[in-house]
Structure formats: C-alpha cells, structure tokens
C-alpha cells in the first residue's frame, strides 16, 4: 500500500523566523496560503487511503464470492455423489462378486467424492483467506488521521508563535 507523504512535493514550507521583518497582512496571507494547500494536500491523502482500502475490500469481496461458488457447486456434486454411490452399492450387492462391476464402483465412488471434496476445499480456502484479509483491513484512513492531527499540533505551535509577533512586550 502506497499512501503519498503528507507533506509530499507541495509541502508547506517551514514557519518563518520571528524577526523576519513581514507585516501581519503578509502572515495573514501565508497562513491562509499554507492552509488552503494543508488541507487539499490532507483531501488528496484521504482519497488515495480509501482508494486503497477500497480495492482491498473489492479483491477479497471477489475471492468470497468465489469461494461461495465453488463451494455450492461441490454442495451439489457432493450430493449427487451420496446419489451414485448408493445406486452403485446397491448394483455391486445386487451383481454378485463380478470384479468389473466392483472397480466400476470405485472408479464412480472415488471421482464423485474426490472431486467435490477438493473444490469444497479450494472454496473453503478462499473464502477464509478473503474474510482474514478483510477482518484486519481497518476502512478508517488511519494515515490521514494521524497527519491532520499533527498538522492540528503544528497550526497550534503556529498560532502561538504569531500571538507572540502581534502581542506587544
């Protein structure tokens, strides 16, 4: 997962030094300057997280709904195996010791059971590999979080350090 930095390319530049010599309407401008890029750029991290984390959901939402398939699908087979190894039973109890027969039933028996079997298995594997997947992806852009808070802890120092320009000693 590649989330862009949050101060990447365009980042804000760093607070200007106290005895920079700039009227309050140029800080002024800066701050709501450096806000109007702080917040797209905070936008664009949002968008980027959720797209991820929605791919994320999308592939394993895929995966399950072929595992659901497979699964169903061998449910089915498996009950038409139950069907054909009854009928054959039933024909070898009923033919005797005729070893053709014999090996005929086994041949049905073993490919309408092993056959289902190993795609109840495949689907079993997917579905729970999608479901582990999707239970330890968070939809909540923790990355976008953590770095508005720490632009929130910087606009702060910020606020601070022009309160300190303005206020007269």
């Known amino acids: 997962m590649s989330v862009h930095a949050p101060h990447a390319p365009n980042a804000v530049p760093p607070p200007a030094s106290r005895d920079d010599g700039r009227s ?4 002024l401008k800066d701050l709501r300057d450096e806000s109007t890029t702080l917040v797209r750029q905070e936008v664009a991290l949002a968008k980027t997280e959720l797209s991820e984390k929605a791919a994320v959901y999308g592939r394993n939402a895929g995966k ?6 497979l699964a169903f699908a061998a449910t089915v087979a498996l009950v038409l195996a139950v069907a054909f190894a009854a009928y054959f039973a039933v024909v070898a109890i009923g033919g005797g010791d005729d070893a053709e027969e014999w090996v005929r ?4 028996l073993v490919g ?3 056959v289902p079997l190993l795609a109840l298995g495949i689907g079993g594997y997917l579905i729970k590999s999608a479901v ?3 239970s330890h992806t968070s939809p909540v852009p923790e990355q ?5 808070k720490a632009d929130a802890r910087h606009v702060g120092h910020d606020i ?3 309160k300190q320009k303005v206020t007269p000693r």
């Open 144 to 148: 976008t979080i953590a770095s508005v």
């Open 132 to 134: 582990d997947r999707i």
């Open 64 to 69: 399950i709904a072929a595992g659901g398939a």
């Open 105 to 108: 039933w086994v041949a049905g």
């Open 24 to 27: 309050i309407a140029d800080l």
């Open 160 to 162: 601070q350090e022009f």
């Open 112 to 114: 309408f059971l092993g």
